[in-house]
């Protein structure tokens, strides 16, 4: 089961990263927030994650996909806050 909680705790994780990702010019800060990512995914509601990962294992977990599976994250988990 997927609590409000759990998804409003994920949006505000998910969402204050992505708008320091998007803006950042530093590659070490972006991965430090890659890896802050992965580790989140790693313990959050596995109901969530499977909700938000549409079946890809590697989402929110890919380097080169990563800017893209961040604000679709953020986009999907706000959709589900209404």
Do not use: P
């Amino acid at each position: 089961m997927i609590t409000k909680d759990s998804i409003e705790t994920a949006y505000s994780f998910l969402h204050q990263k992505q708008r320091i990702y998007v803006h950042s010019t530093l590659d070490w800060q972006k991965d430090d927030i890659e890896m802050a990512i992965a580790g989140y995914v790693d313990g959050m509601s596995h109901e969530l994650y499977d909700y938000i990962c549409g079946g890809r294992a590697d989402f929110l977990r890919n380097h080169r996909r990563f800017q893209e599976d961040i604000t679709k994250a953020v986009e999907i988990l706000e959709k589900m806050l209404y």
